[in-house]
C-alpha cells in the first residue's frame, strides 16, 4: 500500500546537502526533521514519482509558483497544494495577493528568481519576501513528499513545517 514513504531510502536532509538546492540547503533549519532521498531525475513529476516509488499521491504535495500585478508592482508566491487537489489560484490566491490578474509564473522566470530547477521547486529557501500560501489539507496530511530545489532528489516533511516557514499562510485553497 502507498505510503508517503514509499520504497525510497530517506536520511536526514542535512547529511545530505549534496542532494538539494544551495538555497533549500541553506534554508533547513526552517524545516526541522526534513528527510531526503535520491531519485531518478526523470520520474520527477509527481504521476511518474509516486507510481515508480509507491509513494500515496495524497501523500505528495506540489509547489507552484504565480506572479501577479496591482498598480505596476509584481507579486509572487508560493503554493502548496496536495497532488490529489487543484489549487483556486484565480480566486483563493488572487485575493490573498490582492492582484487584479494572476497566473503561474514562466518557467525561466520561477527557475532564475528561485535558484531552482524546473520540477523541484520547493517552498523552503524561497526569496524571503514571497509568501507561502499552504493549503490546509497539506498541513493536515502528516508526512509529506516535496520538491528538494532538484529533479534528483524529494524531500520529506511533516506538513505542519510547511505551515511553519517565516512567510507562511494556510488557507482553505484546494478545489476538491
Request: glycine share 8%; net charge negative; proline share 6%.
Amino acid at each position: 500500500m502507498p505510503s508517503a514513504r514509499g520504497t525510497l531510502d530517506w536520511s536526514p536532509a542535512g547529511d545530505h546537502t549534496d542532494l538539494l538546492a544551495d538555497a533549500v540547503a541553506t534554508a533547513l533549519a526552517t524545516a526541522p526533521g526534513a528527510e531526503v532521498a535520491p531519485i531518478d531525475a526523470t520520474l520527477a513529476d509527481t504521476e511518474r514519482f509516486c507510481a515508480a516509488y509507491d509513494v500515496a499521491l495524497e501523500a505528495s504535495a506540489n509547489c507552484v509558483i504565480v506572479a501577479g500585478k496591482r498598480a505596476g508592482e509584481v507579486r509572487r508566491a508560493a503554493v502548496m497544494v496536495l497532488a490529489t487537489d487543484r489549487a483556486d489560484i484565480n480566486g483563493v490566491v488572487r485575493r490573498y495577493l490582492n492582484v487584479r490578474k494572476i497566473s503561474f509564473a514562466p518557467m525561466d522566470e520561477a527557475v532564475t528568481l528561485t535558484g531552482m530547477e524546473y520540477g523541484g521547486i520547493t517552498p523552503i529557501g524561497l526569496p524571503a519576501d514571497w509568501p507561502v500560501v499552504v493549503d490546509s489539507a497539506v498541513v493536515a496530511a502528516g508526512p509529506v513528499v516535496i520538491g528538494s530545489g532538484i529533479r534528483g532528489s524529494k524531500l520529506l516533511v511533516e506538513g505542519s513545517v510547511l505551515a511553519d516557514l517565516p512567510t507562511a499562510e494556510v488557507l482553505d485553497l484546494a478545489q476538491r
